[in-house]
């Protein structure tokens, strides 16, 4: 039977909860015998550092394969170290190795697509879930979907321009609340039990931040800086630049949507 571990590290950026999810997918019955004995199989995903609490989990498995659900740095920040440690097949996203190079230092071995079948298990599977970055997938098993930074138990999602893409993320949401899964093992927080319930609120959290730049337009706001004043609600002082980038998000989007022009050099607005 398929298990998955969460194993949240600590990471030196800022990121929900302050810590990343790593998680291992053990494919094997067996159980971990001991120092001289067998050790179940298992895949390693998003070792964000080195740290003691995967080295604890990790010695007690045979890791075969790593990946990342994308190669943002909290993500990606262990995979050189485990690859040496466990000698793994590391794959990464078909059309992505040079992203994958640059931020991990690792040449893959192999690279998948949407539906590779991993070899250890005919259940773990790729999901294409772009949105958050543009290498983003899911990992589906049997008992649930590592979806990386797609959805979170609490809070919302950061989409920024330039990496991140609205209208792919909206999508992300969707395949995920339609795909119906036991539940979701994100990249930062707890496990969500209530995943089609979450992937709902997200999409409806975007969709009222989407209906506000839309008003600030129709009341004659044409840059990026004025739809960001009338856009929130709160004080966005501290996180002002994030806020701006996920405004530039969702004007892409409604650029791509035919709904507004946005030029993207001047980062002016005008209604069509």
């Known amino acids: 039977m398929t298990r998955v571990r969460r194993i949240p590290v600590g990471v030196d950026s800022q990121v929900p909860t302050g810590k990343t999810n790593a998680y291992v997918i053990i494919t094997s019955n067996e159980e971990y015998q001991g120092d001289t004995g067998s050790r179940p199989e298992a895949i390693l995903v998003d070792p964000p550092a080195q740290a003691p609490e995967i080295d604890m ?122 795909r119906q899964p036991a539940c979701l093992y994100p990249g930062h927080g707890e496990v969500i039990s209530n995943p089609r319930e979450t992937c709902m609120r997200l999409l409806m959290h975007r969709q009222e931040r989407e209906k506000n730049i839309l008003t600030a337009i129709t009341g004659n706001a044409t840059s990026v800086e004025t739809i960001l004043e009338q856009a929130y609600d709160k004080n966005i002082t501290s996180v002002r630049d994030l806020a701006r980038a996920t405004v530039v998000a969702h004007l892409e989007k409604l650029d791509a949507d035919g709904r507004i022009a946005f030029n993207r050099e001047t980062k002016m607005v005008r209604e069509i």
């Open 57 to 178: 989990v990790v010695d007690k498995l045979t890791v075969s394969h790593i990946l990342v659900t994308h190669t943002h740095p909290d993500h990606v920040g262990g995979v050189s170290v485990y690859a040496d440690a466990t000698d793994a097949t590391v794959w990464c996203r078909h059309g992505r190795v040079q992203r994958f190079y640059e931020t991990t230092g690792v040449n893959p071995d192999q690279t998948f697509r949407e539906g590779t079948i991993l070899p250890v298990d005919e259940s773990v599977q790729i999901l294409d879930l772009p949105g958050h970055a543009p290498d983003h997938i899911g990992i589906e098993t049997k008992i649930g979907i590592l979806c990386g930074d797609i959805a979170r138990a609490n809070g919302s999602v950061a989409i920024t321009s330039p990496d991140g893409a609205m209208r792919a993320y909206f999508v992300a949401l969707r395949r995920l609340h339609a």
